[in-house]
């Protein structure tokens, strides 16, 4: 099969509020090979991504990656990992193309997958895949009052796990964080498990990210999720040596495969999150999930948007018995959830299991999210890049 075409569709709820919900919009990803068709979806704004898909070359390490796709064949695992080497080399100094990639990347193991009607998860040499917990990720109220009723709301449906992130969290006083984080444990009861997420909002401050720790020691948080924006290994590794048994998360912020090692080697990590729609694909997921095996590290996905990017991103560590916990969005757009027609719901053990079907086992219908579809037009001295395809 050669590749006949690569499609971007750049989808977004009418309006987009200033909060951190990245279900509100979708790069969304099409390509076509052998009568076979794949989805995916870039984890970043759509426009910038769509941009660095068909953007003039700039130099021999600045190509627009829609040049090294085109037309290369694809028949197996191999040729998906050199399409990506390629344009990890031809693009290197275009730095949103991990995010383009990513999109690219992951619609190419979707249409392997179809073709030879096998679940993604075992063309990357899995013999099972075992089921997830999920955690319902959502962030935190505006006030602990706000947060007590999100959690309450997430014990009633039969959630064993929440996450709450971003919001006030950091921005105030640590007694304020700690009200939150007070609130979130008593909304989920006792035996809920809970994390949370700082949205990376202390930097690199190790200071100030410390005094959050005995709320969470208290609260038997599981993980305090990126307290420090990805690069500051020291900040992590400095807070990790002094988190006791609340572990540390991150990795969501990585590009590729070496910055997420880097986490897991001198982070002090306990969690590693990939998101498949950042890191270039699941091509380098699963390099991630191999690698943080063989160092101790539990492998989660980093999942907001879509059904279609949840399915894709549990196919890298599916066939990883131990690493059982899984993100899971219970707030997103409806623009997120008109990508794909199935659902992943839990069983009643309260597991979500990945589909045991072609790709990543998710129908994609352009007519369910044609009503969210942005008019996007590039144009340079007249010259028409880009359009946004036919529906």
């Known amino acids: 099969m050669k590749i006949d ?3 971007f569709f750049y989808l977004a709820m009418p309006v987009i509020e200033d909060i951190g919900d990245g279900s509100q919009d979708a790069c969304l990803v099409r390509v076509a090979a052998g009568g076979y068709v794949g989805w995916g979806e870039c984890e970043a704004s759509p426009l910038p991504s769509i941009a660095a898909l068909v953007t003039p070359m700039s130099h021999s390490a600045c190509h627009p990656v829609v040049t090294s796709v085109l037309g290369e064949p694809v028949d ?7 399409i990506n080497r390629t344009v990890r080399a031809r693009s290197l100094d275009l730095l949103q193309a991990a995010h383009t990639l990513s999109g690219i990347d992951m619609a190419l193991w979707d249409l392997l997958g179809q073709a030879r009607g096998e679940p993604v998860w075992k063309l990357l040499g899995y013999a099972k895949a075992y089921p997830k917990l999920p955690y319902a990720s959502v962030l935190f109220g505006d006030d602990p009052a706000e947060t007590l009723a999100k959690a309450k709301a997430i014990q009633a449906k039969g959630f064993r796990a929440a996450k709450f992130g971003w919001g006030p969290y950091g921005q105030g006083s640590p007694e304020l964080d700690r009200d939150q984080v007070v609130a979130a444990r008593e909304g989920l009861g006792p035996e809920g498990r809970l994390l949370v997420d700082a949205g990376t909002v202390w930097v690199d401050n190790l200071e100030r990210a410390e005094k959050s720790l005995p709320a969470l020691i208290e609260a038997r948080a599981t993980w305090l999720e990126e307290p420090f924006v990805s690069g500051a290994l020291d900040a992590y590794a400095g807070l990790a040596r002094r988190s006791g048994s609340v572990k540390l998360a991150g990795g969501e912020g990585a590009h590729d495969y070496w910055m997420a090692r880097h986490m897991i080697d001198h982070g002090g990590i306990g969690f590693v999150q990939i998101d498949a729609g950042r890191i270039g694909g699941i091509t380098d997921a699963k390099r991630v ?11 989660v ?3 907001f948007t879509s059904q279609l990017a949840l399915s894709a991103s549990i196919q890298p560590f599916a066939g990883l018995a131990a690493d059982e916990i899984a993100e899971y969005p219970l707030e997103a757009r409806p623009v997120a959830y008109s990508i ?3 659902t992943i719901e839990r069983d009643s053990d309260g597991y979500i299991h990945v589909p045991d079907r072609p790709g990543f086992g998710m129908t994609v219908e352009p007519a369910r999210f044609k009503p969210y579809v942005r008019d996007v037009e590039i144009k340079i001295d007249g010259q028409l890049l880009y359009r946004t395809p036919t529906i």
Not at 76 to 82: E, K, Q, T
């Open 5 to 7: 075409s690569v499609d």
């Open 76 to 82: 197996g695992p191999a040729d998906i990992l050199r």
């Open 289 to 299: 999930a191999d690698y943080a095996a063989a160092k101790g590290v539990t492998y």
């Open 301 to 303: 996905n980093h999942t």
């Open 340 to 342: 794909a027609v199935e």
